[in-house]
């Protein structure tokens, strides 16, 4: 008979840890993959505050945004990993830019080729902002940030 204490850990005790570990990781991936597509559209959302200076800038010594042949902002955002292009639309008072994400990888697969919309309302003197999905072949909510949700305007 053998005499002595009992080292290590039993099979089913291994187990349960496997399967513990198997619960936890199926929960914390697409979280993370989640967390990794908001960072990406954060990001590209910070590549624009150049853009967002330069217009305001404009607004407050013209009163006006610009007409659009005047842009001239490309360099400002021709720099960056996730962006595949900018666009503008001019309207009165009212600007509206349209990013796009690159469709290629370093770009998450859910939010690749899909785009988000930042207007820029004059009201009296000051500038509004806001940031939302594009109407058509919008990024899904849940990847953009808390910031970004709005709903776009008429315009």
């Known amino acids: 008979m053998w005499k002595g204490t009992q080292r290590g850990f039993t099979l089913i005790e291994l187990m349960i840890v496997v399967a513990i570990i198997g619960v936890l ?7 993370y ?5 908001r960072a990406q559209v954060s990001e590209a959302l910070n590549v624009l ?3 967002k200076s330069e217009l305001a800038e404009r607004y407050a010594f013209s009163g006006n945004f610009g007409t659009g042949q005047d842009t001239d902002m490309e ?3 021709s720099q960056t990993r996730y962006i595949q292009s900018v666009d503008y639309f ?5 600007v509206a830019i349209g990013i796009a994400m690159r469709n290629e990888a370093p770009v998450f697969k859910d939010i690749r080729g899909k785009r988000l ?6 009201d009296e003197g000051s ?9 058509q072949n919008g990024i899904d909510e849940k990847y953009l940030p808390g910031s970004c949700r709005g709903t ?3 315009f």
């Open 152 to 154: 776009p305007s008429s």
């Open 25 to 31: 990781a199926s929960i914390a991936i697409p979280q």
């Open 75 to 77: 360099e400002l955002v």
């Open 127 to 135: 500038i509004k902002w806001s940031c939302m999905s594009a109407k």
């Open 49 to 51: 505050s150049g853009v």
């Open 33 to 37: 993959q989640n967390y990794t597509a």
């Open 117 to 122: 919309r930042i207007e820029l309302v004059a």
């Open 90 to 94: 001019y309207r009165e008072d009212n």
